[in-house]
């Protein structure tokens, strides 16, 4: 069993070298990798803030030539989707563009003399409703529209105290044609519509009563007459109106919100937002009263979409408490200190994640690059490393190797010598002469056999050994090499154990080569077993392998040495515990030969209960 006496500290000193040489360059590597990494995302950075400040800046000339646009419109003419007002402190008085379901004020409309209907009003309250009723159709038949509507009202009025619904609801109708024309301060058509709702379900006629209140849901939803709100919101709980989903009716809240800044200050820019819907406004004060114009945000910035798209950002515009007037997404604001606008402009990347993406494609081709460079210096140091921890090891097995073959020949040489130096001298009785003899004509073949031994191990590993294949008895061989171990001394015959085969197990090879692989077997196994422990030898049949076992009960083999037990020049650490000598090419030698035949050298090995070396021939075919 031979193994390699290793130093300990030439290893760790040599990795602690590598370690050390290579761990400095690696760290700068390292390093400069790291800060070109930092430098690239500074610059990253520095690139996309001065992408997007570039784009605010851009943005906010656009929403001032946009405002300047409204401030020229004023106050000839309205924005597309918005509304222009122009009024004084009497009410509105002009409007342009949307038409409002109601006005914060309205400028009042002459109505009738209250004193021309005071007869007849007279002869109603006292219940003379025919008398009241043919003063109020005299009076309802004049071109005067404000007299009519004040006549025709009246007139319905008293129809109604009669119950006479179907008449009432034919002067409604009457009522109803006059449209603007203001009676009882409301437009005509608005109190008539909802008395014709009335008078309808009052007939029974429901249908026409929900027809009659859908289309007095739209005169007010589409901002038909001009009203103020407080008539808006009493003439709206009357019908199902759908203010929720009007943008003329948010654009009303919006210009009642913009009132009182309005009549405060004479020129400005604001804004004002509700229910995520935004509005601006610009308003300039005139000799013929104050001008406003409001819009949706939305359809002020519409112009600005394409210059965003092209400049591959999106942006926000705030208000100054910070809430989202139009657009979202901002990464680098403009504050309206800044800019001179009602708003905060912001503005980010278009696609964060794109962006986001490119810097990390960036970073892990850059990360890749430097990761490489890492990867193929170590590489390199890691193979120089093997090569030169390779070559020492190499060099520190010969050593030992020549170091334990010197000791193997010092042996049988002082034998010789002695023997020879004792017949020179003449010192030796004649009856003893032919034991010298013999002594010194077996340590003469124990050297030139070890000489051999290290010379057929040469060829082999060098591929010139040949070997003489022909049919022969692994039972015979074995038996032939176990006699000769038995011959050494009556020591060692008592420990061979040989389990006779019943069969002679024929195989195909070299009898000298195979006979000195299963030689150098029980060498090993009686080297490192106890001096009164059994090795048994066994010849068996696996499959169509024949196998020739040696089983020691030795200190046995760790794990980690039962792989590099075959290789030359190595001797296990027991070899060194045990004093045992060799010289490390038994094992390997034993491989090699086995290899050549196509078998294989199988080894089992439990630390402390011995080992178990098989070596498997493949078997002849009449064997098999």
Not at 12 to 23: H, N, P, S, V
Not at 286 to 292: E, I, N, R, V
Request: proline share 5%.
């Amino acid at each position: 069993m031979e193994s390699m006496a290793s130093s300990p500290n030439s290893p760790a000193k040599l990795l602690a070298l590598f370690l050390a040489l290579a761990g400095l360059p690696l760290g700068a590597l390292g390093w400069l990798g790291w800060r070109l990494l930092d430098q690239e995302r500074s610059l990253d950075n520095q690139r996309q803030r001065e992408q997007l400040d570039n784009a605010a800046n851009v943005l906010a000339r656009e929403s001032e030539r946009a405002l300047a646009q409204w401030e020229a419109l004023l106050p000839a003419a309205a924005p597309e989707g918005g509304v222009l007002l122009v009024f004084d402190n009497r009410g509105v008085h002009q409007q342009q563009g949307v038409r409002l379901p109601y006005y914060p004020r309205i400028s009042p409309a002459a109505e009738a003399p209250a004193a021309l209907f005071a007869e007849g009003e007279a002869r109603e309250f006292r219940e003379q409703f025919s008398e009241a009723m043919a003063i109020y159709r005299s009076l309802g038949t004049v071109a005067n529209r404000p007299q009519r509507a004040g006549a025709l009202m009246r007139l319905a009025r008293c129809l109604r105290k009669q119950r006479n619904f179907q008449q009432a609801l034919a002067v409604y109708e009457q009522l109803r044609q006059l449209s603007e024309t203001t009676v009882a301060g409301t437009p005509a058509e608005l109190m008539a519509r909802r008395e014709m709702v009335e008078m309808l379900k009052l007939l029974g006629k429901a249908d026409q009563a929900k027809r009659e209140a859908a289309s007095l849901a739209a005169v007010l939803r589409e901002g038909r007459l001009r009203i103020d709100r407080g008539t808006f919101a009493f003439y709206s709980e009357a019908v199902p109106l759908e203010t929720q989903a009007t943008d003329a009716l948010r654009l009303a809240e919006a210009v009642q919100e913009f009132w009182p800044r309005w009549s405060d200050e004479a020129a400005g820019r604001s804004t004002w937002q509700s229910d995520g819907r935004a509005f601006a406004t610009v308003w300039r004060r005139a000799p013929g009263g104050t001008a406003a114009i409001v819009s949706g945000i939305g359809k002020l910035m519409a112009p600005a979409a394409p210059m965003l798209q092209s400049l591959q950002v999106r942006a926000a515009l705030l208000d100054p408490s910070g809430g989202i007037l139009w657009g979202g997404g901002a990464a680098l604001t403009k504050s309206y200190r800044e800019t001179g606008l009602p708003w905060t402009i912001g503005v980010g990347p278009a696609d964060p994640s794109g962006a986001r993406q490119l810097w990390e494609t960036r970073r892990n081709l850059l990360s890749a690059g430097f990761a490489l460079v890492v990867l193929a210096i170590a590489a390199a140091g890691f193979f120089v490393f093997r090569a030169v921890h390779r070559e020492l090891s190499v060099a520190r097995l010969q050593s030992d190797f020549v170091a334990a073959v010197s000791h193997e020949f010092r042996t049988p040489l002082t034998a010789m010598s002695h023997a020879t130096d004792m017949l020179e001298e003449g010192g030796v009785m004649a009856e003893r002469l032919p034991q010298y003899y013999r002594m010194l004509g077996r340590e003469t073949r124990r050297l030139q056999g070890m000489v051999e031994s290290l010379l057929d191990f040469g060829r082999m590993e060098a591929g010139r050994r040949t070997y003489r294949m022909e049919g022969l008895s692994a039972t015979e061989l074995v038996h032939r090499v176990v006699d000769e171990f038995r011959g050494i001394s009556s020591s060692v015959a008592e420990r061979l154990e040989l389990r006779p085969p019943a069969e002679q197990f024929p195989v195909h090879g070299d009898a000298d080569a195979i006979a000195l692989a299963v030689r150098n077997l029980l060498d090993n196994a009686i080297k490192y077993s106890p001096e009164t422990s059994p090795v048994q030898v066994t010849v068996e049949r696996r499959g169509d392998l024949t196998g020739i076992s040696v089983e020691d009960q030795g200190p046995g083999i760790p794990k980690a040495e039962q792989r590099d037990v075959f290789h030359k020049f190595v001797r296990g650490a027991a070899a060194k515990s045990m004093g045992v000598k060799g010289t490390g090419i038994g094992l390997a030698m034993a491989e090699q030969i086995v290899k050549a035949h196509g078998g294989m050298l199988e080894l089992q090995s439990v630390p402390g209960h011995g080992c178990r070396f098989t070596i498997l021939l493949p078997a002849q075919a009449e064997q098999r």
